[in-house]
Nanobody
Framework: QVQLVESGGGLVQPGGSLRLSCAAS????????MGWYRQAPGKERELVAL???????NYVDSVKGRFTIARDNAKRTVDLQMNSLNPEDTAVYFC??????????WGKGTLVTVSS
C-alpha cells in the first residue's frame, strides 16, 4: 500500500520558518520525481517545488530564494524548508510522487498558516 504522509505544518508568524517533511512507503522512492504542491482557500492547487530522480530542482517564482526542497532516498523522505514566510504562503501543502507508467500518488496534506 502506497502512503505519503506529510508533517510539519502549523501556525507561524510572518517572517518565520517551517520545515515540512513527507515520508513515503510502498514505492521505490528513488525512481519517483517528488514534489510539493499547495492549495490556498478558493484557489487551484499549484506546484511549489519539484525534485527529480537526478536531483534537478524547480520552484514556482513566488518561493524562489525562500524555499528549499531536498530528498533523502535512503530515508524515503522529501523535505521542504520554508523561510521568510508571508500570509500568501498560507495553504494546505501536499506531497506528490510521480513515476513511470502513470504512477502518481498524493499525500493528504498538511496545513500551513502564516498569521500574526
Amino acid at each position: 500500500q502506497v502512503q505519503l504522509v506529510e508533517s510539519g505544518g502549523g501556525l507561524v508568524q510572518p517572517g518565520g520558518s517551517l520545515r515540512l517533511s513527507c515520508a513515503a512507503s510502498g514505492i521505490l522512492f528513488r525512481f519517483f520525481r517528488m514534489g510539493w504542491y499547495r492549495q490556498a482557500p478558493g484557489k487551484e492547487r499549484e506546484l511549489v517545488a519539484l525534485i527529480t530522480t537526478d536531483y534537478k530542482l524547480n520552484y514556482v517564482d513566488s518561493v524562489k530564494g525562500r524555499f528549499t526542497i531536498a530528498r533523502d532516498n535512503a530515508k524515503r523522505t522529501v523535505d521542504l524548508q520554508m523561510n521568510s514566510l508571508n500570509p500568501e504562503d498560507t495553504a494546505v501543502y501536499f506531497c506528490r510522487a510521480d513515476g513511470v507508467s502513470g504512477m502518481d500518488f498524493w499525500g493528504k496534506g498538511t496545513l500551513v498558516t502564516v498569521s500574526s
